[in-house]
């Protein structure tokens, strides 16, 4: 019987083990590995350098920035029209036949042209004056910019703003979750102590089962409070352009930090600042320069055009029997339209019109700059308000807890009363939470009203 001989056997086995135990622990170490990875340390964000990077790496910024490009190349057309511009033309015309004529001091014919005809005429024209339709337009343009630039501006109040109620609502929601953990950590405590007593004949069995009910519900809380904790970091690395699973910290900075505003204060800054009223003004001057573009019509165009041009009877335009060389031609051209039955006059109309509505709508656009200060203002004072009054319920729900599990131990009080204490404590910590939050965010919206971040 064939094989391998005993040992051959046992190199074999042998190389057999030492491969086995290469392979676990080639896995063993991407078990190790895999893990290490995955626990990238998160990084931390204050709130000021949270605005920063959204400014600098948000997309929708980008986007607008490229409009902001498109005004400039728009604006540097409108520079082009202003100058002169040269254009060269090759041409080539057959006719059908020879022209001539029978000289009466000849009897030949005398041929007038030729059937081959080449021309490059090389040109130079220069608008001299466009009724400031080009000087109008170049201007329009130019504004053109400022309003990109304004557009930005606002976007990036707006960003900003987006980044205050992503960042405060992380932190609002580790609240929550610090909140809902200790909630399960005590009715946990809860149960062993409603078990004990259940053991012990002290208290009926249904106590235990809504100790282990509320202790249930408490767990879905906590799972549910994670989540969102999740989707809040999720929606503030979207706004900051991050992988949006990437690991975020924030800086906890929900505190309460009274700080008198006067509003009429408040408002003379909006009005200096909010990019709406500043884009309004831009619209109101685009306008005026539209009235400029249509009243040119009422002017001539004169231009002024230069030609240098080379003829011949062969493809080198150097000249024929017919043809001179070279030669060149200068012409001034002015151009007017005198009746076109009103309808300049009526486009004048139009955009006069056009000017008086954005004089009207500025009104409005500032009346609802005031009215975003007075709110924000309002708003501010109701959370501030919100704040002592929060603050007091959580003292008094700790301490209603407290006398209610010490009536529990004395079998003076039900599970129940102990568990509708904990129910309100919870409530009333995550209410004075979302006051802190309420708080924040009513600044960081006063702030936005007044055109700052």
Same mark, same amino acid.
């Given at each position: ?15 057999? %083990? ?23 340390? #998160? ?25 902001? $490009? ?26 059908? /036949? ?96 409603? /078990?004990?007593? %259940? ?26 409070? /994670? ?32 700080? #008198? ?16 009223? $500043? ?15 249509? $009243? ?40 007017? +339209? %005198?009746?076109?039955?009103?309808? +300049? $006059? ?82 009333? /910590? ?21 055109? +700052?971040?």
């Amino acid at each position: 019987m064939c094989g391998l001989p005993p040992g051959g056997k046992m190199n074999a086995n042998r190389v057999m %083990f030492y491969l086995t135990i290469g392979f676990w622990i080639a896995v063993a170490g991407l078990s190790w590995a895999v893990p290490a990875a995955a626990k990238a340390e #998160p990084q931390v964000y204050s709130l000021a350098q949270s605005i920063t990077e959204a400014l600098v790496n948000n997309w929708d910024l980008k986007a607008l920035d490229e409009k902001r $490009r498109q005004a400039v190349d728009t604006r540097n057309q409108a520079r082009a029209d202003l100058l002169p511009r040269f254009t060269t033309r090759y041409s080539y015309r057959r006719l059908d /036949r020879v022209t001539t004529y029978r000289s009466p001091f000849d009897e030949d014919d005398i041929a007038t042209n030729s059937k081959e005809n080449y021309q490059w005429r090389n040109s130079v024209s220069q608008p001299l004056f466009a009724g400031f339709a080009l000087v109008g337009a170049y201007r329009l343009a130019d504004l053109g910019i400022d309003q990109s630039e304004m557009q930005v501006m606002l976007s990036e109040l707006d960003l900003a703003l987006q980044v205050k109620e992503a960042y405060f609502n992380i932190l609002v929601m580790d609240k929550t979750v610090d909140v809902a953990r200790k909630e399960v950590a005590f009715l946990s405590s809860n149960v062993d102590v409603t /078990r004990s007593y %259940f053991n012990a004949g002290m208290v009926p069995v249904n106590d235990l089962l809504k100790a282990e009910m509320e202790l249930a519900n408490a767990r879905q809380n906590l799972v549910t409070a /994670r989540n969102q904790a999740v989707l809040a970091r999720s929606a503030f690395n979207t706004l900051l352009a991050r992988p949006v699973n990437a690991p975020v910290d924030v800086e906890d900075i929900l505190a309460y930090h009274p700080e #008198p505003i006067v509003l009429d204060e408040a408002m003379a800054l909006a009005m200096e600042k909010r990019p709406e009223i $500043r884009l309004i003004d831009i619209e109101i001057q685009r306008s005026e320069q539209q009235i400029v573009l249509a $009243r040119s019509a009422y002017y001539p165009e004169v231009s002024f055009v230069y030609d240098y041009i080379k003829e011949g009877d062969s493809p080198k335009v150097s000249g024929s029997p017919f043809h001179d060389p070279e030669r060149w031609q200068a012409t001034v051209v002015g151009t007017l +339209t %005198f009746w076109e039955w009103g309808k +300049t $006059r009526y486009a004048v109309r139009q955009k006069e019109s056009a000017r008086e509505e954005l004089v009207k709508t500025r009104n409005a656009v500032a009346d609802r700059v005031r009215l975003d200060v007075r709110e924000a203002l309002l708003n501010l004072a109701t959370a501030a308000e919100n704040i002592p009054t929060t603050e007091k319920a959580v003292l008094q729900g700790e301490e209603n807890l407290r006398v209610n599990e010490e009536g529990y131990r004395a079998q003076m009080n039900t599970v129940t009363d102990v568990l509708d204490a904990q129910a309100l404590l919870t409530r009333a /910590r995550v209410n004075y939470f979302k006051a802190l939050y309420g708080y924040n965010l009513a600044r960081a919206r006063l702030a936005r009203a007044m055109g +700052t971040y």
